[in-house]
T-cell receptor
Framework: DTAVSQTPKYLVTQMGNDKSIKCEQN?????MYWYKQDSKKFLKIMFS???????INETVPNRFSPKSPDKAHLNLHINSLELGDSAVYFC??????????????FGEGSWLTVV | LAKTTQPISMDSYEGQEVNITCSHN???????ITWYQQFPSQGPRFIIQ???TKVTNEVASLFIPADRKSSTLSLPRVSLSDTAVYYC?????????????FGKGTKLSVKP
């Protein structure tokens, strides 16, 4: 009964490959997010969707493309992977836009290693 | 957007009370203060939220002075399992960018 689940948990891939990380939330929330946590442990927001509509798109290379087929799912596709993309990617959700509704719920993270 | 400042790290021993202070000098009238906890290899999780004075739950207490320019997260009688990074965020309960901005947090190390 995991609230926010993301797959895969671990991913090792070569430079230049294309990969996707999937996320699903069963909390009935309207808003979902993708965060990146790099080797320095700094947690930075990348994207946010509200009811399948993109509302936040931080300064992220266009090799990163989020897709929200419905409000319970937000997938992250990464093209032409680079070494610097190695990080932990967290999916999250909240009841309202911009963290509204008191709290943000995070998934367990997806560890991406590009070699 | 209210900026938050926290100590980078803190050390403690099991059984002690730990107080982590966060500064937010330009907090807005409608802003709430929210704390998250992140264990190694996990996503952050909500601990506590408050607007003024004191809030207490089963995990922690949050002390907010009258001017609201700072807040203190208090963890009673910490154990080894409280070793984690603690983040302080400031934003409107109805939704604002501040609710999404995680700074560097405070890395708490609890020793036996």
């Amino acid at each position: 009964d995991t609230a926010v689940s993301q797959t895969p948990k671990y991913l090792v891939t070569q430079m230049g490959n294309d990969k996707s990380i999937k996320c699903e939330q069963n909390l009935g929330h309207d808003t979902m997010y993708w965060y990146k946590q790099d080797s320095k442990k700094f947690l930075k927001i990348m994207f946010s969707y509200n009811n399948k509509e993109l509302i936040i798109n931080e300064t992220v290379p266009n090799r990163f493309s989020p897709k929200s087929p419905d409000k319970a799912h937000l997938n992250l596709h990464i093209n032409s992977l680079e070494l610097g993309d190695s990080a932990v990617y967290f999916c999250a959700s909240s009841q309202g836009v911009l963290g509204g509704g008191n709290t943000i719920y995070f998934g367990e993270g997806s560890w991406l290693t590009v070699v | 957007l209210a900026k938050t400042t926290q100590p980078i790290s803190m050390d403690s021993y099991e059984g002690q009370e730990v107080n982590i202070t966060c500064s937010h000098n330009n907090i807005a009238t409608n802003d709430y203060i929210t704390w998250y906890q992140q264990f190694p290899s996990q996503g952050p999780r909500f601990i506590i939220q408050g607007y003024k004075t004191k809030v207490t739950n089963e995990v922690a207490s949050l002390f907010i002075p009258a001017d609201r320019k700072s807040s203190t997260l208090s963890l009673p009688r910490v154990s080894l399992s409280d070793t984690a990074v603690y983040y302080c965020l400031v934003g409107e309960r109805g939704g604002s960018q501040g609710n999404l901005i995680f700074g560097k947090g405070t890395k708490l190390s609890v020793k036996p």
